[in-house]
């Protein structure tokens, strides 16, 4: 069961990754381009990738994260290394839920084109973090520093 459940979270937590990935990819496409139907169009794709893995993957690698924590010798706040991983993907759940916003940018592409503003950069660099925490994290899970936090 335990190595099950530890499948389940390497695969959300890699998948989410690559999520992450993909939409500072179509962001930065979105913000270099001077097509403004291809920025538009990438915008508009942003969300339903967000409602179809971000947020889905995101909840089972926190889930499966908890449950592993919980269920091992590792346990949840007892190493820094585990109480690390799980602010960082609080953080990068709380980032994409408040910093980013596709929706805004997809409407100010909708009239003529302008130059590309900081709030466009501003959201490639928000995502550009969240792949920055997710591979901490990752590299966290790899080397488990020792350090602890407290005492069995």
Not at 8 to 31: D, K, M, Q
Not at 36 to 57: Q, T
Not at 109 to 130: D, I, K, N
């Amino acid at each position: 069961m335990r190595k099950t459940l530890l499948v389940v979270h390497i695969v959300a937590s890699v998948a989410l990754v690559g999520e992450v990935w993909g939409l500072v990819a179509l962001n930065t496409a979105a913000t270099l381009t001077d097509d403004l139907a291809l920025a538009h169009m990438a915008y508009r794709l942003m969300p339903v990738m967000v409602f179809a893995g971000g947020i889905p993957l995101s909840l089972i690698a926190l889930a499966s994260g908890i449950v592993l924590g919980l269920g091992t010798h590792w346990g949840l706040i007892r190493y820094y290394w585990v109480a690390i991983k799980l602010g960082l993907l609080v953080a990068v759940v709380c980032v994409g839920m408040f910093l980013f916003d596709p929706e805004g940018m997809a409407a100010a592409t909708e009239g003529a084109r302008q130059a590309v503003t900081s709030s466009q950069w501003a959201q490639v660099w928000v995502l550009g973090a969240q792949v920055v925490m997710l591979l901490v994290s990752t590299a966290l899970s790899v080397f488990k520093p020792r350090w602890r936090l407290r005492a069995r």
